[in-house]
């Protein structure tokens, strides 16, 4: 349980935070970039879930809870040394990705084939979930960063991966099944 009874501890003024297990790095350090741009993905996600309603409102709220897990996973290096820790130490798992998936193929499902590339936009709540999706994809390649320097679960770049297909195909649903998705006109304005 999480107990936070001072927001401001004065500990970072010197441009260092503290991971999970204590250790103390640079602000810009890939592992803060990585979890850090998964909260920022998890905020803009919360002004979209503003103009959800019905299922989507509930997968967004699911998945804003699971992009603290994977917050949580970043936060903790050692993925070798879990073990160790004493407590059960939270992973992205397996299921978190499968379940997105199963939803992907569920609102596939409803809309017609694309035959051309959309621009981000239509309804409110389509916009903003093309925006969450280009912070998905940031995180994702932060992530992806981060793996290449130091041993991460992989899971975590798994999920980051689904859940920007997942917002590119709500967005399809927010639009109306798609049917107010606006179509890109490649050469349009030469």
């Known amino acids: 349980m999480v107990v936070l009874n001072k927001i401001y501890t004065r500990t970072g003024d010197g441009g260092d935070t503290a991971l999970s297990d204590g250790t103390r790095v640079p ?17 803009t996600l919360g002004m979209a879930r503003l103009h959800a309603d019905g299922t989507l409102f509930d997968q967004i709220t699911r998945i804003q809870n699971d992009l603290f897990d994977l917050g ?18 939270l ?8 379940r997105l998936e199963d939803e992907i193929d569920a609102m596939t499902a409803q809309v017609d084939p694309l035959r051309s590339f959309i621009l981000p936009g239509g309804r ?6 093309h925006l ?4 998905a994809r940031r995180a994702e390649r932060h992530a992806v960063a981060l793996q ?6 992989p899971w975590a770049v798994k999920y980051l991966n689904r859940v ?3 917002l ?3 967005s399809r649903i927010a639009n109306d099944l798609g049917t107010s998705d606006v179509l890109w006109v490649p050469g349009a304005n030469r």
């Open 91 to 98: 992973r992205m798992i397996e299921p978190q990705t499968r």
């Open 168 to 170: 590119f195909a709500a």
């Open 164 to 166: 920007s297909d997942w």
């Open 72 to 89: 949580a996973d970043l936060a903790k290096p050692d993925i070798d040394k879990d073990h160790e820790a004493g407590y059960p130490v």
């Open 132 to 135: 969450a999706r280009t912070v």
């Open 27 to 43: 602000k810009n350090a890939l592992r803060v970039e990585a979890y850090g741009t998964v909260d920022e993905l998890n905020a």
């Open 124 to 129: 409110a709540l389509a916009a903003h979930l």
């Open 148 to 153: 290449a320097a130091e041993q991460i679960n």
